[in-house]
C-alpha cells in the first residue's frame, strides 16, 4: 500500500506511550497529520488538546476505524488491548503500527502478521530502542570488528521506583501483558536477538518484589544464541544501585556503557525531535571501549526514535520496507513465552 499524501493518523491511547513516543515525533514530520486522538480519561484528553489542538480529540466510544478516512492507525493502549484494536484497524483499511509488546501471545501476532498480508496493509511494531544512542554506538562497533569475536552480551534496563507509578501496570497479571518481562523484556531481548540472532536455549527468572505487583517487577533472561555469543538481561523497577547499561565482552576488547540512552528524558521534559540537543548523550555519558588500563571513551552514536517514524513514511508513501518486521516481535514473544514456561506464580500467568 502506497499513499501520496499526508498519512492521516490517529493515535490510539495518551498515557506514556502515546504522548511521549508517538505524539511527538507525528507532530515533528511533515509527512503525517494527526487527525484524532483517541482517550477515555478526561485529564489524558485535556493533555492531548493542549500537545495537539489540530487534532480531534474524542472517546473510544465515539470513534471507529471504518469510515475514519485515516490511513493509519497508532495502537498505543495497554497491551491486552493490542490484538483486538489492531485486527479492528486492519479489517477497517488502515496501516497500523502497535506499540510493544506486540501482542500477548505469539500466535495472536502471527494472526495480525497473516491478515495484514491477506489486505495488503502495512503493519509494523515499535520496537523504537533500537534506534538508542549505546545500540547504535554497539552495532556500529561490532561492524567495525572493534571488539574481535564476541562471547558474552550484558544489557539492563533497571530503575529505582519502590512505589508504583503505573496503576495498571501493576495490577496486570502476566497473560494480561503485565510484569516487566512483557514491559522492559521485550525492549532487551529484541536488541539482543537483532544483535545475535536466535536462541538455542533460554533461561529465565522472574519475581514481584513490590507488594501491590501483580506479576513480576525484577526479571531476568539468559539466551545462548545460535552463534554462541551469550546475553545476560537484566530489568527491574527495584534496584537502589544501577548496573553498567550494556557491558559486552569480546576476544580483543570490550565496550561498558553506563548511563542509558537519552531520550525518554528529553522527551518527558519537553524536549522534542528536531531540537539541537536532542538525542545527543554529554560526555560525561560516554562508554569505554578496551582492556583495563588501556580505556578509550567512545562517543555516543546520536539517539534517534524519529528514525522509525522516517521509515514508516517511506514504506507507506513510496512502498519501502517497514521499519521494524513485525515477525522480529513475535520472535520476542516467543522467547517470553519460553521464558514464564519456565516460571510458577503469578510471574508465570
Sequence with gaps: ???TAKIRTALLGFGLAGSTFHGPFLDALD???????VTGDPARQAAARAAHPQARVVDRREWSPAGSGVDLVVVATPPASHAPLAREALEAGCAVVVDKPFTLTSGEGEELIA???RRGLVLTTYQNRR???????LRRLLAEGALGEVRRFESRLERWQPAVTKEWKAKA????GGGILNDLGSHLIDQAL????PPVRVYGEAAARRPVERADDDAFVALEHAGGVVSHLWMNLNVAQRGPRMRVLGSEAAFTKQAMDQQEVQLAAGIRPGDPGYGVDP?????VLGRDGALVPVPTERGNFTAFYEGLAQALLRGGPVPVDPAGSVAVLRVIEQVRGQLSGPAAK
Excluded: R, S
Design 283 to 287: 560526555k560525561e555519558n560516554w562508554g
Design 194 to 197: 537483532q544483535l545475535f540472532g
Design 115 to 117: 491478515l495484514a498480508q
Design 173 to 176: 497479571a502476566a497473560a494480561d
Design 31 to 37: 509527512d503525517f497529520a494527526l487527525e484524532v486522538v
Design 1 to 3: 500500500m502506497a499513499m
Design 131 to 137: 534506534w538508542d544512542g549505546e545500540y547504535l554506538t
